[in-house]
């Protein structure tokens, strides 16, 4: 029975074969797939640059698209006060959508001698010694990035958007973010830069004060404009006469790199490195809020990012919609000194008066904003702040830049502001615009934690992440 069985198989397998093989005699299909491939994508980064000196051409500091190997953005070996340099970077990624950053690493401000003339003015001047930072010549380079369009020249804020400015000590040793999942300078948050598309840095930096000259920030030049650096400045003015002989055979140093990562293999990547906020329940989930608005109106902010300012946080107090029984609202400012300038409201309108009374100008003590903010939320007897059992506290800090105010110690001052004013029972969120800021700072020792901080690419971004701030999730 079983070989019967075992018989009856093997037939059916062999007419199974030929059958199969008469099949293919008569309707034939053939599809090949040949010389399939997996390969690595990749980014390979190139950069460009145009430079200027004086208005003149900088064959030294400028070269065709290129891998970065000798190339210099700088060396100039003999400024003088109000001598300028006017640089447009170009970028380009082949072949995959990439992330991109730019970090500056600060090796050297340094006094080299102390010349007679220099002691005058220097009087710590006590070269040479192993202090590579010394020097008086960092604080007195003024530097500013800015979106181009490839004309060598800065137009409007409104068409060419500044994202990096400062002095050299505090522009040539940090990181800006060009592009990854949070930010781009160049367009849309959160999208890759495009490897079919060039992208355009624009750089000055002056021995001096650097200015933007009017006519030229009203005028929509356009890439193939007749104006150039060589007989415009390229958008700048820089003024070296508030100079002395302080800075004489001081010597600056900076390293610059550029990193790009393929967006597709990391879409969450971050210049920074720190995660994105975590969700958490805006204040407005509190109905009986105590909130202070502390802004930065510091020197950094311009005019128009000042009324952006502005216009976001007067949407967060309509938002917010302060009332008797309802959520109270003052606010601080800061510069080089802080300012204490509306006491907790319920009027909605006196808070709007007094966001729009604000200008900008000065330094940046983020401490004292902190401070005053505290101060007011401390319940001193003045029956300003309620009980906060039944109106819990907050302070909303939004700033540009990093505290430089008081000097030698701004960081650590500010840190412990915060920290004292969570010490009192005070929930501090951060909002950090542009690239300017050190999001590590702020998200470590001013917020009270990464979900307290919120990164906004620049001012236009803020209405939307204070808004959000001062709705409650149905």
């Given at each position: 029975?079983?070989?019967?069985?075992?018989?009856?198989?093997?037939?059916?397998a062999?007419?199974?074969?030929?059958?199969?093989?008469?099949?293919?005699?008569?309707?034939?299909?053939?599809?090949?797939?040949?010389?399939?491939?997996?390969?690595?994508?990749?980014?390979?980064?190139?950069?460009?640059?145009?430079?200027?000196?004086?208005?003149?051409?900088?064959?030294?500091?400028?070269?065709?698209l290129?891998?970065?190997?000798?190339?210099l953005?700088?060396?100039?070996?003999?400024?003088?006060?109000g001598?300028?340099?006017?640089?447009?970077?170009?970028?380009?990624?082949?072949?995959?959508?990439?992330w991109?950053?730019?970090?500056?690493?600060?090796?050297?401000?340094?006094d080299i001698?102390?010349?007679?003339?220099?002691?005058?003015?220097?009087?710590?001047?006590?070269?040479?010694?192993?202090?590579?930072?010394?020097?008086?010549?960092?604080?007195?380079?003024?530097?500013?990035?800015w979106?181009?369009?490839?004309?060598?020249?800065?137009?409007?804020?409104?068409?060419?958007?500044?994202?990096h400015?400062?002095?050299?000590?505090?522009?040539?040793?940090?990181?800006?973010?060009?592009?990854?999942?949070?930010?781009?300078?160049?367009?849309?948050?959160?999208?890759?830069?495009?490897?079919?598309?060039?992208?355009?840095?624009?750089?000055?930096?002056?021995?001096g004060?650097?200015?933007?000259?009017?006519?030229?920030?009203?005028?929509?030049l356009?890439?193939?404009?007749?104006?150039?650096?060589?007989?415009?400045?390229?958008?700048?003015?820089?003024?070296?006469?508030?100079?002395?002989?302080?800075?004489?055979?001081?010597?600056?140093?900076?390293?610059i790199?550029?990193?790009?990562?393929?967006?597709?293999?990391?879409?969450?990547?971050?210049?920074?490195?720190?995660?994105?906020p975590?969700?958490?329940?805006?204040?407005?989930?509190?109905?009986?809020?105590?909130?202070m608005?502390?802004?930065?109106?510091?020197?950094?902010?311009?005019?128009?990012?000042?009324?952006?300012?502005?216009?976001?946080?007067?949407?967060?107090v309509?938002?917010?919609?302060?009332?008797?029984d309802?959520?109270?609202?003052?606010?601080?400012?800061?510069?080089?000194?802080?300012?204490?300038?509306?006491?907790?409201?319920?009027?909605?309108?006196?808070?709007?008066?007094?966001?729009?009374?604000?200008?900008?100008?000065?330094?940046?003590?983020?401490?004292?904003?902190?401070?005053?903010?505290?101060?007011?939320?401390?319940?001193?007897g003045?029956?300003?702040?309620?009980?906060?059992?039944?109106?819990?506290?907050?302070?909303i800090?939004?700033?540009?830049?990093?505290?430089?105010r008081?000097?030698?110690?701004?960081?650590?001052?500010?840190?412990?502001?915060?920290?004292?004013?969570?010490?009192?029972?005070?929930?501090?969120?951060?909002?950090?615009?542009?690239?300017?800021?050190?999001?590590?700072?702020?998200?470590t020792?001013?917020?009270?934690?990464?979900?307290?901080?919120f990164?906004?690419?620049?001012?236009?971004?803020?209405?939307?992440?204070?808004?959000?701030?001062?709705?409650?999730?149905?």
């Amino acid at each position: 029975m079983m070989k019967r069985l075992l018989l009856s198989l093997a037939i059916i397998a062999g007419v199974s074969a030929l059958v199969l093989r008469f099949s293919g005699a008569f309707l034939s299909d053939t599809e090949i797939s040949s010389d399939n491939v997996l390969e690595a994508g990749e980014v390979d980064l190139q950069i460009d640059n145009e430079s200027f000196y004086n208005g003149d051409p900088s064959p030294d500091t400028s070269w065709g698209l290129n891998d970065l190997t000798s190339q210099l953005f700088f060396n100039f070996t003999d400024l003088k006060p109000g001598d300028y340099g006017e640089d447009t970077i170009s970028i380009h990624g082949d072949t995959n959508p990439y992330w991109a950053c730019m970090d500056f690493a600060l090796t050297k401000d340094d006094d080299i001698s102390c010349t007679e003339p220099e002691l005058l003015d220097d009087h710590s001047c006590d070269e040479p010694n192993g202090d590579l930072f010394d020097g008086e010549l960092g604080k007195n380079l003024l530097f500013m990035f800015w979106v181009d369009d490839g004309d060598n020249v800065l137009e409007s804020d409104e068409l060419e958007k500044i994202f990096h400015k400062g002095s050299a000590p505090t522009v040539l040793d940090s990181q800006v973010t060009l592009a990854d999942a949070a930010t781009n300078i160049f367009g849309t948050n959160g999208q890759p830069l495009e490897p079919s598309r060039t992208y355009y840095i624009g750089k000055a930096w002056c021995f001096g004060s650097l200015l933007q000259p009017l006519p030229l920030q009203q005028n929509n030049l356009g890439p193939d404009s007749p104006i150039t650096p060589a007989n415009s400045t390229g958008g700048i003015y820089c003024d070296g006469s508030i100079l002395n002989n302080a800075t004489q055979t001081d010597a600056l140093m900076t390293d610059i790199t550029f990193n790009a990562l393929q967006a597709r293999h990391d879409p969450n990547f971050t210049c920074s490195g720190q995660p994105g906020p975590s969700p958490t329940p805006p204040i407005a989930c509190s109905e009986k809020v105590d909130t202070m608005l502390v802004l930065d109106r510091s020197g950094s902010i311009s005019s128009s990012e000042l009324t952006d300012l502005k216009n976001a946080a007067n949407a967060f107090v309509t938002t917010l919609a302060p009332s008797t029984d309802g959520a109270h609202i003052g606010m601080s400012s800061f510069a080089t000194t802080g300012t204490l300038n509306l006491h907790l409201t319920a009027t909605e309108a006196d808070v709007h008066t007094a966001i729009n009374a604000i200008t900008s100008g000065g330094f940046t003590n983020l401490k004292e904003g902190i401070d005053l903010a505290k101060i007011e939320l401390d319940n001193p007897g003045d029956n300003h702040d309620r009980a906060d059992a039944d109106s819990p506290d907050f302070i909303i800090i939004i700033t540009d830049g990093n505290p430089n105010r008081p000097e030698g110690t701004a960081e650590t001052d500010a840190a412990n502001s915060a920290d004292n004013a969570r010490a009192a029972g005070v929930e501090v969120f951060v909002v950090g615009v542009g690239s300017d800021v050190d999001a590590t700072y702020l998200t470590t020792e001013i917020a009270d934690d990464a979900s307290h901080y919120f990164a906004a690419a620049d001012f236009d971004d803020l209405q939307a992440i204070l808004e959000g701030l001062a709705t409650c999730p149905e």
